[in-house]
C-alpha cells in the first residue's frame, strides 16, 4: 500500500512537472518581470513616441511595467543588434521604424533582419513630409528643385542617420526629381530638425508626428506630403505626385518585433493586447492627431511584409547606386 501511494505521488509530481515545463516553453508565465522596448533612435521621434505609448497601455494589459530604452545610433542598428542577441522570452521587444528594411540596402549588418526576429504586429503608417527651413525662400516642391538643378551639389537634406526611413525618404525624393544634393546624416530626428530650421542643411522628409508643432508655428514650411493622397491633418498640403512628381509616394511605418525563437504563444498574447490598444478611441486619436493612422496585422502578415520590402528596397537602392557600407 505504502509503495502504492509513493507511486501515485511521483505520478502526480512528474504530471504537474509536466504543466510547468509545457508553461514554461509555451510563456504560460509571461510575464514575469518587467519588459523592455528597445527603440534605435533618440528620444521624440515617431518610433519613441509610438512605442511610449502602446507600450503604456501594454504594460496596464500585462500587468508588468513596460520601459522605453533607447539607444540611438547607425541608422538603428545598434539597438536592433541589442533585442537580436537578447534571451527571446518576450521581455525584450524592438520597436522597429521603416528603416528596419532600409537598413540591408546601405549598411553591412551583423544580424539578420528577417531570420533574427519575429514580427508581433506593424502598428502605424505616415507619410513624410518634405520641409524647408523658411529662410531658404522656397514655397513649392517644384522650387526646390528648379534651386537644387540650378546649383548642382550645393544644397544639403538632413535625415535621422544613414539607412533611416528620412534617409531613404530623401534619396527616393532625390533620385525621382534628378537633383544632385548632398546626404548629412544626424543622430537622431530632432537634431535633423534643428539644423534644418536654421538652415544648417536645406531641407528634410520628416515623418509627421515628429514636426507638427514646428509647420504650425512656421518655424519650418511643408513643401509636400510623400503619400498618394493628401493627409488628414495637412488637407491643404500638396502631394509630391500633384507636385510635377507623377506616382511618387513613400511612406513610414512601424511596428512591434520580438527575437526569433520567441515561443508562439508570447507572440499570440502580445499582437493581441497590441491590436486591443491600438483600437482604443484615445490611442486612435492620439495617433491621428500626430498624423499617423493606426494599423494592426497579425504577426505572420508582418513577417511577409517585412521580407517583401527589404526585397523592394534593396531594388530601389542599387538603381540609385547605394551600396552597403
Given amino acids: 500500500m505504502i509503495m502504492q501511494k509513493t507511486a501515485i505521488a511521483l505520478s ?62 547607425a541608422g538603428g542598428a545598434i539597438g536592433t543588434k541589442i533585442v537580436a542577441d537578447s534571451t527571446p522570452d518576450g521581455h ?25 526576429f519575429a514580427g508581433i504586429t506593424q502598428m502605424y503608417s505616415s507619410a513624410y513630409l518634405l520641409v524647408v527651413p523658411p ?25 535621422a542617420g544613414t539607412g533611416s526611413g528620412t534617409h531613404f525618404a530623401g534619396e527616393v525624393f532625390k533620385d525621382a526629381a534628378k537633383i544632385d544634393v548632398v546626404h ?71 511596428g512591434m518585433v520580438a527575437p526569433a525563437k520567441t515561443p508562439r504563444p508570447i507572440i499570440t498574447r502580445l499582437n493581441r493586447e497590441i491590436a486591443t490598444a491600438l483600437a482604443a478611441p484615445d490611442t486612435q486619436q492620439r495617433m491621428r492627431a500626430l498624423g499617423a493612422e493606426p494599423v494592426s496585422t497579425t504577426p505572420e502578415a508582418y513577417d511577409r511584409r517585412i521580407a517583401t520590402e527589404i526585397a523592394n528596397i534593396g531594388a530601389i537602392a ?3 547606386g547605394i551600396t552597403p557600407q
Avoid: C
Avoid at 14 to 20: E, K
Avoid at 92 to 110: Q, Y
Fill in 12 to 73: 502526480l509530481l512528474l504530471a504537474i512537472g509536466s504543466v510547468f515545463a509545457a508553461q514554461a516553453k509555451g510563456g504560460g508565465d509571461f510575464p514575469s518581470r518587467p519588459i523592455r522596448i528597445v527603440v534605435g533612435f533618440t528620444p521624440g521621434g515617431q518610433p519613441d513616441i509610438f512605442s511610449r505609448l502602446i507600450g503604456g497601455k501594454l504594460g496596464e494589459a500585462l500587468g508588468q511595467p513596460v520601459v522605453v530604452d533607447n539607444r540611438p545610433g
Fill in 92 to 116: 525584450t521587444l524592438l520597436g522597429v521604424s521603416s528603416s528596419h528594411v532600409i537598413a540591408p540596402a546601405v549598411r553591412k549588418l551583423n544580424y539578420d533582419p528577417v531570420k533574427d
Fill in 135 to 159: 529662410s531658404l525662400g522656397v514655397k513649392t516642391a517644384r522650387d526646390l528643385i528648379a534651386m537644387a538643378k540650378s546649383k548642382p551639389g550645393a544644397l544639403n537634406f538632413s535625415s
Fill in 184 to 254: 548629412i546624416p544626424y543622430k537622431g530626428i530632432p537634431e535633423a530638425m534643428n539644423d534644418t530650421m536654421t538652415n544648417r542643411v536645406q531641407f528634410f522628409m520628416a515623418p509627421v508626428a515628429s514636426l507638427a508643432s514646428l509647420v504650425r508655428d512656421g518655424r519650418l514650411v511643408s513643401l509636400g506630403v510623400t503619400s498618394l493622397k493628401r493627409s488628414t491633418v495637412y488637407p491643404d498640403i500638396p502631394t509630391l505626385a500633384e507636385s510635377g512628381l507623377p506616382g511618387f509616394e513613400f511612406e513610414s511605418w512601424g
Fill in 318 to 320: 542599387r538603381r540609385a
